[in-house]
């Protein structure tokens, strides 16, 4: 699958603008707490504080273990869930009167970060090229 001239290259660089953006997102769910989960309480989730460590937490693990190789399985099945779940939770564009276009865009950005962590979630039953390999 990885074999062809410069697939490797261009699956490496995949990882990183994919499993980066996500790690660095997740940082920012412990530098912005506050904010992040008074948004989180007016969306209803309980533990607003809680869900927004544990998420950081979670973008954090999963990004890089897409960048490194390192469990990708677990690290992108992760991802999955959770830009789906907070795609529907967090961005509800059909439930709201004010910032439809934001909310919408959001959502949308969940739904196709989600197809992409389960691509990286297939393609865990291979080797990657330039990765640590340790768990597929």
Known sequence: MLDAAGAGELFLLARLL???????????????TDSMAGYAEFKGLPAPRASVLLSGGLLVFGGLSVVAGIYPTIGAGALAVFLLASGVTMHDFWAVEE???????????NVYG?????AFLVAAS???????????
């Open 18 to 32: 994919f499993g980066g953006v996500l790690a660095f997102t997740g940082l920012n769910h412990f530098t912005d």
């Open 114 to 118: 989600t197809g992409a962590a389960v």
């Open 126 to 136: 291979v080797p990657w090229p330039y990765a640590l390999n340790v768990g597929l």
């Open 99 to 109: 910032d439809v276009q934001t909310e919408l865009t959001q959502f949308l950005k």
